[in-house]
């Protein structure tokens, strides 16, 4: 199933629009689009999110409750996780560790860390990937007594992870939660937010325009 919602960008006169489709008319002129031609032709936006099942050796992000379009704040908890070179989402929870609920993180985003400049996994970083991560899953100190919301959760286990794995360009001796987040996650989580905003706001306009500075 996909679930992107397929948001459409277009400019005919001032501004640019964004709709599910295309209107009939211009909702800034009123002229009809279908004699008048369009100053950009419609595209549609990059959807931001992802499912980890496709995409191997990341990190990928999901909102602890409900999913990023319809449920996620600001103020609400994200829960992180890697995946494997098979797409596999290891994740630690309030149950431990486990790898079994891959099907449930359909729309997350996802973070490559050794991918090349064309975007293509490096083979022998990803052997270590999957070497460091099956490791560090055998590690009884992931169980679930031990785990705690604030001080022992998901994010643990990812910074050990990448402290263990110490890919290049990444400084891990000093990662934190914080540092994870500013280094990382900044990048996919601000378009993120953006593309949410604007798929909310369609939701209950059905055309957005933005018009031109």
Known sequence: MNLDPGIVCYQHCQGRLFAFSLPAACPLCRVSLESEPLRIPPFRLPYPFVRASQSPCSLV??????????????THDLHIGVTDSEGRVF??????????????WSQCLAIPIITDSSNRL??????????????LAKDPVWCEER????????YSFV????????????????????????????????????????????????VVPVQSS
């Open 91 to 104: 994740e630690y929870e309030q149950e431990g560790l486990h790898s079994d609920y891959t099907s449930s």
């Open 147 to 154: 785990y705690d919301e604030t001080s022992f959760n998901c």
């Open 61 to 74: 992000i999901k909102p602890t409750k409900g999913d990023f379009l319809h449920d996620y704040k600001s």
């Open 122 to 135: 490096d083979p022998v970083w990803q052997e270590y990937w999957d070497f460091t991560l099956n490791t």
């Open 159 to 206: 910074v050990e992870f990448l402290q263990r794995l110490a890919p290049p360009g990444l400084e891990v001796k000093t990662l934190s939660k914080t540092s994870l987040c500013s280094q990382l996650f900044l990048p996919y989580t601000i378009p993120a937010a953006k593309y949410i905003s604007l798929y909310r706001s369609l939701l209950k306009e059905k």
